[in-house]
C-alpha cells in the first residue's frame, strides 16, 4: 500500500503563501533592529528635523504630558500632509497622469537608496573605520541606486532582486523614522493606523477611492508593492485553499466581461518624507498600504471550495461569487502587501529595539499576529483591508504591557534563577 | 564578553530547536505558522501571569517560598492553556481532515498530528529561552560579564543559558507527550506532563541556596532526559503499532 511511497500529506504546502509574505517582513524588521543596535547606541543623539516634527521638537527635559501633546501636534501635521498627497494622488490618477506618477516614484526610490542608503552606508563606513576611498564609494552607490530604480519599476529583473531591493528600500526608511523622538514616534504610528483604518474603509477616503479608480480602469496604480512569489500549484488542485487562513480570492468582476482582471484591490499612497539633516526637502516615498489579494484558482475548483459548511461567515460570500464565477480565469496567486506596511511595521519594532530585546521579540509577534489576523479578515470580507491598524495596535499593546508587566516578573525571576 | 560570547550563549539555549527547526519545521509552512501561534500563546500567557504578580514584585530575595507559590500559580495556569491547546487542536485536526477530503488528498497521517505537536511544544520552547534567556542576553555582547551571588562559579549568562536548554527539551516533547496522551486517553501520560512542568519548576528552586546550582541543573537535565525518553518510547510505541496495524490491512 502506501508505505514506501506516501502520497502527499496537505501538510506540506498549507499556508505557503503567507510563510512567503512573513519571511521579507521578518527580514527587513530583523535589518532594521541590526541598523538601530549598531548605530544607535546613544539614544538622545541630534534630533532629526523633519516634517514629522514641525510642530514641536522634543527635548529631554518636558514633563510627559507636554510631550505627549507635542508628540499629537506633530501626528496630526503629519497626518495631514498624508492627507493631502494622497488627494493630489489621487486627483493625479483620476487626470490619468500616470506617466508623471511612475517618473516620480523612480526618482523618489533613486533618492531613498542613493541618499538615504548613502548616509546609512557612511554611518556605517564611520562606526567600523572601513577602509574606502571617495570615488569607489560614489561608483558604487551610483550603480546600486540604478539597479534599483530599474529592478523596482521595469520587471524584467529576476524576483529575487526585485524583492531584495523592495526590502532594502523599506530598511531604509523605516530606519530614518526610528531616529524621531520617541513619543513623536509612537503617537504617530497609532495616528498612522488610524488614518489607515479611515483611508481605506470610509467611502470618502482617499485610499478607497484610489482603489476604486483603479478597479473600474483596470489600471496598475502606480505604486511600490511587494508581490510574493505566486505559489506553483503542485497538482490540478488549488493550493490557496487554506482551512484556518481562508483566502478564497474572487475576482473582482468588471462592467466588460472580455477582460481578464485579476485585481482585487491594491492601494498606493504617495507619501512625503522629508529626512535631512540640513534642510527639509520633501523626498518621496510610496507606500501602499493595503494588503491585497491577487489570486484566483482554476475554474473547475471553484464549484467545489465553497461546500465546506464549517465556517458560516463565507457562505454569504460563497453564494455571491458562485453567481459571479461564471468564467473563470485561472492564475497562479500572490499576496501583495504595500510598502508601507513594512515600513511602519519595521519602525515600530525599531523603536522598541532601542528600549529592549524582550520588547523586540513581543512586537515581533504582536506584529505577525496582527498580519495573520488581517490576512484572514482578508479572506473573509475580500475587499481592500489596511494593513496597518490590527498590527500596529497589537504591536503597540505588546510594547507597553511588556514594558510595565513583563519585564520586571521575567527579570525577577531570572536573576534568582527561578524559572517555569 | 564580546559578539562571540553572545552568539555562543544565544546558541547554547537555542541550538537544538534551530537545528530542529531546520531539519523538520522549516520545510512545511503549516509547522511554521505553529510554531509562531504557540510562541505567541506562551507569550501571552507570561503577560497575564505577569499581570497578576506586578502587585506583589519585587519579592524578597532571601525567602523561597513566594517564589514557590509563584512557580505553582504559573506552572498550574500554563498547563490549563496546555488543555485549552489541546482542544483548539482537535478542532483544527476536524478542519484540516475536511480540508483534505475536499482536495481528495489523504487525511493526516500520525506522523503529521506528532509534528504538529512537536511544533507547538517547539514554540512553547523557543518562547522560554527568548524570554527567559536570550533578552537578558544584551549585555554579554558587550567587554564584561556578569555573575550572580548565588551561582558565583559560572558568569549569569551561561546558567541560564544552560536552564534555557534543559527547558526548552522539556517544553517541546512534553507537548508530544500531552497530545498523544489526550489523542489515546492515556492518563499516564496526561499526568506525567504536569507533573514533569512542576518538578521542573521546584527543581529551579534549589537554585536558591548559595551554590545551589552545582546541584539544580544537574537535576534538571535528568528531568529532562527523562522526558526525552518517555517521548521517545512513546513515540516508538505508537509508531510501530500503526505500522503493523497498517500492516495488516495488506
Not at chain 1, 15 to 34: K, Q, Y
Not at chain 1, 354 to 380: E, K, S
Not at chain 2, 92 to 112: G, N, Q
Amino acid at each position: 500500500m502506501a508505505q514506501n511511497q506516501r502520497p502527499t500529506s496537505i501538510l506540506d504546502s498549507l499556508g505557503e503563501e503567507i510563510i512567503r509574505i512573513l519571511t521579507p517582513v521578518s527580514i527587513c524588521m530583523f535589518l532594521v533592529v541590526i541598523l538601530v543596535s549598531i548605530l544607535n547606541t546613544d539614544s538622545s543623539s541630534s534630533p532629526v528635523s523633519s516634517i514629522a516634527t514641525i510642530a514641536y521638537s522634543e527635548t529631554n527635559s518636558d514633563s510627559s504630558w507636554d510631550k505627549f501633546v507635542g508628540a499629537l501636534l506633530n501626528s496630526l501635521v503629519f497626518v495631514a500632509v498624508v492627507t493631502v498627497v494622497t488627494f493630489i494622488l489621487v486627483l493625479l490618477f483620476y487626470l490619468r497622469c500616470t506617466k508623471f506618477l511612475k517618473l516620480y516614484m523612480a526618482f523618489s526610490s533613486f533618492v531613498v537608496l542613493g541618499f538615504m542608503g548613502g548616509e546609512i552606508v557612511l554611518l556605517l563606513i564611520e562606526k567600523f573605520n572601513v577602509p574606502i576611498d571617495i570615488v569607489t564609494f560614489l561608483v558604487v552607490l551610483y550603480n546600486f541606486a540604478v539597479v534599483g530604480v530599474l529592478a523596482v519599476f521595469m520587471s524584467k529583473v529576476a524576483i529575487l532582486v526585485t524583492q531584495s531591493y523592495l526590502v532594502v528600500i523599506g530598511m531604509l526608511v523605516a530606519y530614518w523614522f526610528t531616529l524621531l523622538p520617541e513619543w513623536t514616534t509612537w503617537v504617530l504610528l497609532v495616528a498612522l493606523a488610524l488614518y489607515d483604518l479611515a483611508a481605506v474603509l470610509l467611502p470618502v477616503g482617499p485610499l478607497r477611492l484610489l482603489v476604486e479608480l483603479a478597479v473600474s480602469r483596470d489600471e496598475d496604480i502606480p505604486a511600490l508593492v511587494y508581490e510574493a512569489r505566486p505559489v506553483t500549484n503542485h497538482d490540478s488542485d488549488s493550493t490557496s485553499n487554506g482551512v484556518i487562513q481562508r483566502r478564497v480570492w474572487r475576482e473582482r468582476r468588471n462592467v466588460s466581461p472580455d477582460l481578464a482582471n485579476n485585481m482585487n484591490s491594491s492601494v498606493s499612497n504617495s507619501n512625503s518624507v522629508g529626512i535631512d539633516h540640513n534642510d527639509t526637502i520633501l523626498a518621496g516615498a510610496e507606500e501602499g498600504r493595503v494588503v491585497e489579494g491577487n489570486a484566483e484558482l482554476s475554474a473547475p475548483l471553484l464549484d467545489h471550495r465553497m461546500t465546506d459548511n464549517q465556517h458560516r461567515q463565507e457562505d454569504d460570500a460563497s453564494s455571491e461569487s458562485l453567481l459571479l464565477e461564471g468564467i473563470g480565469l485561472g492564475s497562479t496567486g500572490a499576496i501583495k502587501l504595500g510598502l508601507g506596511d513594512f515600513i511602519f511595521y519595521s519602525v515600530l519594532v525599531g523603536r522598541a529595539a532601542m528600549y529592549d530585546f524582550m520588547t523586540v521579540y513581543a512586537c515581533y509577534l504582536a506584529i505577525i499576529a496582527g498580519l495573520g489576523i488581517t490576512l484572514m479578515l482578508l479572506a473573509l470580507y475580500q475587499k481592500a483591508l489596511p494593513a496597518l491598524p490590527v498590527s500596529i495596535m497589537l504591536g503597540v499593546l505588546f510594547y507597553i504591557l511588556t514594558r510595565l508587566l513583563l519585564e520586571v516578573f521575567v527579570v525577577q525571576c531570572s536573576l534568582n534563577l527561578v524559572m517555569f | 564578553m564580546t559578539v562571540a560570547a553572545g552568539i555562543g550563549y544565544a546558541l547554547l539555549a537555542l541550538g537544538p530547536s534551530l537545528s530542529l527547526f531546520i531539519s523538520v519545521i522549516a520545510k512545511k509552512p503549516f509547522l511554521i505558522l505553529t510554531v509562531l501561534a504557540s510562541t505567541l500563546l506562551w507569550l501571552i500567557s507570561l503577560i497575564v501571569l505577569s499581570g497578576v504578580w506586578r502587585a506583589f514584585l519585587p519579592l524578597k530575595s532571601t525567602t523561597w517560598w513566594p517564589y514557590a507559590i509563584l512557580i505553582i500559580t504559573s506552572v498550574g495556569f500554563q498547563e490549563g492553556l496546555r488543555v485549552l491547546l489541546w482542544k483548539a487542536y482537535k478542532r483544527l485536526e476536524d478542519i484540516l481532515d475536511a480540508f483534505a477530503d475536499r482536495v481528495s488528498k489523504p487525511r493526516l497521517f500520525l506522523t503529521d498530528k506528532m509534528q504538529i505537536a512537536l511544533a507547538g511544544g517547539l514554540g512553547h520552547g523557543v518562547a522560554h529561552a527568548v524570554f527567559f534567556c536570550l533578552s537578558l542576553l544584551t549585555p554579554a555582547f558587550g567587554p564584561a560579564t556578569f555573575f550572580v551571588d548565588r551561582c558565583a562559579q559560572i558568569p549569569f549568562f551561561l546558567v541560564s543559558a544552560q536552564i534555557a536548554l534543559a527547558f526548552v527539551t522539556i517544553h517541546t516533547f512534553s507537548m508530544v507527550i500531552a497530545f498523544n496522551g489526550y489523542a489515546q486517553g492515556n492518563k499516564v501520560d496526561q499526568y506525567f506532563v504536569p507533573a514533569i512542568h512542576l518538578v521542573a519548576g521546584m527543581v529551579t528552586l534549589v537554585n536558591f541556596a548559595s551554590g545551589g546550582c552545582v546541584i539544580g541543573i544537574p537535576i534538571l537535565y535528568l528531568v529532562a532526559v527523562l522526558t526525552l525518553i518517555h517521548c521517545g518510547k512513546m513515540v516508538f510505541r505508537r509508531l510501530t503499532e500503526n505500522r503493523s496495524r497498517q500492516g495488516n490491512f495488506q
